[in-house]
């Protein structure tokens, strides 16, 4: 079932394999951007402040994030393809719970359970493309095909969460259960059986220290406002206590979590890094606009998802030529580029009044934020994954997506602790404050990627050097 380049036609069992991962992808995509727009609706039905809002994106992502890596370990263990199919069939329950409940605090932990079981399903899909696709020209164009299947969902999510919204809120919920049947179904049919088991045990210790010190660090940030400042720096302390002993655990047990040795790869260190300031500070920047085009503007769920449409529709667009740029460009200089137009899509919010001017900052904000996303994720993707033994596959994949899911709770948890804050006489000065730190964690993104770009520079030259001092010394002799 591997392909070994673009050029080669690949054959029905890598297409149906390839079909029922985008269509999972597809399925995560479309719940993130409906919830998304859902969330002024289901606050004003369940009676939820702006804090505990948040926990309905976080709850989720926590779970997705806190369990990434044993997802990933677990689908090396157990095989890509049976926890695949597990955890997308706890999924669709999960889905359907949530939108049963009447009760703020029961839908954050049914949030919680969907992301626990995304956290099994999106290592083992990613882990069954870099397994199915040789590294190179054929695994770049199936992960370009896997983002572009996000994008699309995630387009497709904000128009009917839109319009289901306008219904009841709770159709934004029940609307995946359906495409996580039809998912299921095609699953077991298509995803190849040939899938071996891995060797070694969980580190069950492991993903509890690491899952409680993300949640702990989310709780202090969100909390921070509103508490006297020796609780915020005791929690800080707590939170970094559980890291050190996460750390500690996976240097002395016998099959950690996570093999610390692969972080000595720079390249997986840096894209990680980037995944966490694009996801985050866009999970950030969402849910103000949501709160600034609803709550404020009065605009509908309808109007509001129209308006995040063409950033979405960019992606989708974009994403599938990812791949040969990639191969032509390098990722580096694509990251690089995806930051800049990051930026630059802030920085247009930033000029947000009561009257906003859709042509002026509304769609030229969007398209850039974008094409940020079109050129930077699947480069994220690709750079991670290239060079990563097979058996460490789902591990890289893990990582990749913790990074993401990890840093959409903790910079969205600093962005509503800014917004909480921030004064009532002064919504507008709130919103922007707010997305004033999306702003700069792209910045930080923008200096992550250009450093990666230099050193890459720096090691072909003295690649370079080398060369032509051995050319030198043959002359010589």
Same mark, same amino acid.
């Given at each position: ?17 390839? &079909? ?68 997308? @069939? ?49 695994? +770049?164009? @199936?992960?370009?095909?896997?983002? /572009? ?8 999510? !904000? ?20 495409? /996580? ?56 302390? =707590? ?5 050190? !002993? ?18 000595? &790869? ?28 609803? +709550? ?5 769920? !309808? ?14 667009? &974009? ?76 591990? =890289?994949?893990?990582?990749? +997506? ?36 999306? @702003? ?14 230099? !050193? ?6 003295? &690649?370079?050097? /080398? ?5 030198? =010394?043959?002359?010589?002799?």
């Amino acid at each position: 079932m591997t392909s070994s380049g673009t050029n080669e036609r690949w054959g029905a069992p890598p297409w149906g394999a390839l &079909s029922v991962l985008c269509a999972v992808v597809f399925l995560d995509a479309l719940d993130v951007s409906m919830v998304g727009v859902a969330l002024p609706a289901i606050q004003a039905d369940l009676g939820m402040s702006t804090a505990a809002l948040q926990w309905v994106v976080s709850g989720y992502v926590l779970g997705y994030g806190g369990l990434l890596l044993l997802g990933g370990r677990t689908a090396d263990l157990l095989g890509r393809r049976r926890v695949f199919l597990v955890a997308l @069939a706890v999924f669709a329950v999960a889905s359907l719970l949530g939108g049963l409940m009447n009760d703020g605090a029961l839908l954050i932990a049914a949030r919680f359970v969907k992301g626990m079981s995304a956290a099994f399903t999106a290592p083992a899909a990613l882990s069954i493309i870099t397994t199915t696709f040789a590294e190179g020209p054929a695994r +770049n164009r @199936a992960l370009s095909i896997f983002t /572009a299947c996000g994008a699309s969902g995630f387009s497709l999510g !904000l128009v009917l969460s839109g319009l289901l919204t306008e219904i009841g809120w709770r159709w934004t919920f029940l609307m995946p259960v359906p495409v /996580a049947i039809v998912a299921l179904v095609a699953g077991l049919r298509l995803l190849p059986r040939s899938d071996e088991r891995g060797e070694g045990g969980h580190d069950i210790l492991g993903a509890i220290t690491i899952t409680a010190a993300m949640l702990l660090l989310v709780f202090t940030v969100v909390q921070a406002p509103d508490v006297p400042l020796w609780r915020t720096v005791l929690s800080a302390v =707590a939170v970094a206590a559980l890291f050190a !002993l996460f750390v500690w655990l996976e240097r002395r047990v016998r099959h950690p979590l996570v093999r610390l040795g692969i972080l000595r &790869s720079a390249p997986l260190v840096r894209a990680n890094i980037g995944l966490v300031i694009l996801f985050g500070s866009y999970v950030g920047f969402q849910f103000v606009a949501m709160q600034y085009f609803q +709550n404020l503007l009065g605009w509908s769920a !309808l109007e509001t998802a129209l308006a995040f449409l063409p950033a979405g529709l960019l992606v989708a667009v &974009s994403s599938t030529k990812m791949g040969d740029l990639a191969d032509r460009y390098g990722t580096g200089r694509l990251i690089a580029l995806g930051s800049v137009a990051l930026l630059a899509g802030y920085a247009m919010f930033l000029r947000l009044d009561t009257h906003p001017s859709l042509a002026t900052m509304v769609l030229p904000g969007m398209a850039l934020l974008g094409i940020a996303f079109g050129l930077s994720f699947p480069s994220l993707n690709i750079q991670a994954t290239n060079g990563v033994s097979d058996d460490e596959q789902g591990l =890289a994949s893990g990582l990749l +997506n913790t990074s993401g899911q990890v840093g959409g709770a903790v910079v969205l948890a600093i962005v509503t602790a800014v917004l909480t804050s921030g004064s009532t006489a002064d919504p507008i000065g709130a919103f922007r404050s707010a997305i004033i730190v999306s @702003a700069l964690f792209a910045l930080l993104g923008l200096a992550v990627a250009v450093s990666g770009l230099r !050193l890459r520079s720096r090691s072909r030259s003295r &690649s370079g050097t /080398a060369t032509a001092a051995a050319e030198q =010394a043959l002359e010589t002799v």
